[in-house]
């Protein structure tokens, strides 16, 4: 069986690099997303060019430093399963330090930006957090960088919890069309982990006209490229699954649209 396109798993690479999902690469225009594991006391470097960025501390302890900004040492989760994350966003034009205090992990979400923000540090007090669906369908989001929140130029940043036998971004819903106020462009990176990590979950991506259909098992650390089309996930019995989303698109507007085959079930 061929690997799919749209699936990026794990690797060990330089500068403690796990993914690194480029524009060019995934064949779009605005997400960029890279995952890093850092050992105590080590340096990495970030270069931000035209994109703005923002670090999630997936687990452990950091310092990111940039220009003369210093976010001091953030980070209290021990992965992302515990408690609310710390965040550091970063404007373009500049090139940031991380400096590791604890092992730790950490998410790089990007997308274009002219640079008219403020890099800051975004607390776990800061980050606004809902329950959506019911159910078998209900998953616990945590709003990073969302919509309405002026943290951000292009970019969308939300961690969500999906309990185990639970369904999540389901009903499906697409956001591949630049037809506002109806429905915002928006490219999407899904990075997945799972408790426990030897667990497993399933995305299915596909559009209207099914020219894409794909069904991915999503195993811990992957990473799902939805470039168009629905998107639902779910997470069978036994096995929480958290996944952090980078969006980003030409407005930063989030307006989706329901396959029209599961609309039903929204009532």
Same mark, same amino acid.
């Given at each position: 069986?061929s690997?799919?396109?749209?699936?990026?798993?794990?690797?060990?690479?330089?500068?403690?690099?796990?993914?690194?999902?480029?524009?060019?690469?995934a064949?779009w225009?605005y997400?960029?997303?890279?995952?890093?594991t850092l050992?105590?006391?080590?340096?990495?470097k970030?270069?931000m060019?035209?994109?703005?960025?923002?670090?999630?501390?997936?687990?452990?302890?950091?310092?990111?430093?940039?220009?003369?900004?210093?976010?001091?040492?953030?980070?209290?989760?021990?992965?992302?399963?515990?408690?609310?994350?710390?965040?550091?966003?970063l404007?373009?034009?500049?090139?940031?330090?991380?400096?590791?205090?604890?092992?730790?992990?950490?998410?790089?979400?990007?997308?274009p930006?002219?640079?008219?923000?403020k890099?800051?540090?975004?607390?776990?007090?800061d980050?606004r957090?809902?329950?959506?669906?019911?159910?078998?369908?209900?998953?616990?989001?945590r709003?990073i960088?969302?919509?309405?929140?002026?943290?951000?130029?292009?970019?969308?940043?939300?961690? *969500? /919890?999906? $309990?185990? @036998?639970?369904?999540?971004?389901?009903? &499906? !819903?697409?956001? #591949?069309?630049?037809? %506002?106020?109806?429905?915002?462009?928006l490219?999407?990176t899904?990075?997945?982990?799972?408790r426990?990590?030897?667990?497993?979950?399933?995305?299915?991506?596909?559009?209207?006209d099914?020219?894409?259909?794909?069904?991915?098992t999503?195993?811990?650390?992957?990473? *799902? /490229?939805? $470039?168009? @089309?629905?998107?639902?996930?779910?997470? &069978? !019995?036994?096995? #929480?699954?958290y996944? %952090?989303?980078?969006?980003?698109?030409?407005?930063?507007?989030?307006?989706?649209?329901?396959?029209?085959?599961?609309?039903?079930?929204?009532?």
């Amino acid at each position: 069986m061929s690997q799919s396109k749209l699936v990026v798993h794990k690797r060990t690479g330089a500068d403690g690099v796990g993914h690194r999902i480029t524009p060019a690469g995934a064949g779009w225009t605005y997400v960029g997303f890279e995952t890093r594991t850092l050992k105590a006391g080590a340096r990495s470097k970030l270069e931000m060019d035209i994109r703005e960025v923002c670090v999630v501390m997936l687990s452990g302890k950091a310092r990111v430093s940039v220009d003369g900004f210093d976010s001091g040492v953030i980070g209290e989760r021990a992965s992302v399963f515990d408690g609310l994350p710390w965040s550091v966003y970063l404007p373009p034009h500049g090139a940031a330090s991380i400096e590791a205090v604890t092992d730790c992990e950490l998410a790089l979400c990007s997308a274009p930006a002219s640079g008219g923000l403020k890099a800051r540090v975004i607390k776990p007090d800061d980050v606004r957090t809902l329950t959506r669906g019911e159910g078998s369908n209900m998953r616990y989001i945590r709003n990073i960088l969302a919509e309405g929140d002026g943290g951000a130029e292009s970019l969308f940043v939300i961690e *969500v /919890l999906t $309990p185990a @036998g639970n369904w999540s971004s389901y009903p &499906p !819903h697409k956001h #591949d069309r630049d037809a %506002l106020p109806e429905e915002s462009y928006l490219e999407e990176t899904y990075y997945h982990r799972l408790r426990p990590a030897q667990g497993f979950a399933f995305q299915r991506v596909y559009t209207d006209d099914r020219s894409l259909d794909e069904t991915i098992t999503v195993t811990d650390g992957d990473v *799902v /490229l939805v $470039p168009k @089309g629905y998107h639902p996930v779910g997470a &069978p !019995h036994g096995y #929480d699954l958290y996944y %952090l989303n980078t969006m980003a698109g030409p407005k930063r507007v989030w307006r989706f649209h329901n396959d029209p085959a599961h609309e039903w079930l929204m009532a």
